[in-house]
């Protein structure tokens, strides 16, 4: 876990985790958000998003990286701020069902 939280990339309006698709566990995921929010607790993303938000579009990039679909795209994850109002509704609903 160590490698991915060395390896994520922030910015006022991103946070871009580098081979994502590695952590499949959501309570990891937390962990790294959470050491994150540590390191970094004035970032934008960090402050807007949820964890429940941002592991829901987590896991919905995992679940397609791992069903091969647009790969170059899914091995990674970019976590945004603000959503547009499409993204909202499917992290939304990704996490009631994933």
Known sequence: MKKIIEGTTLSQTNIHVEGSYCVTERQDM???LNELRRRYPS?????????ESMVA???????FYKLRI???HTRDVDINYPLRWVEK???KITGWFL
């Open 43 to 51: 970032n934008p993303v960090l402050m807007n998003r949820t964890n």
């Open 70 to 72: 647009m790969r170059a």
């Open 89 to 91: 509704v499917a992290y």
């Open 57 to 63: 579009e987590w896991v919905l990039h995992n679940l």
């Open 30 to 32: 937390v962990k790294v």
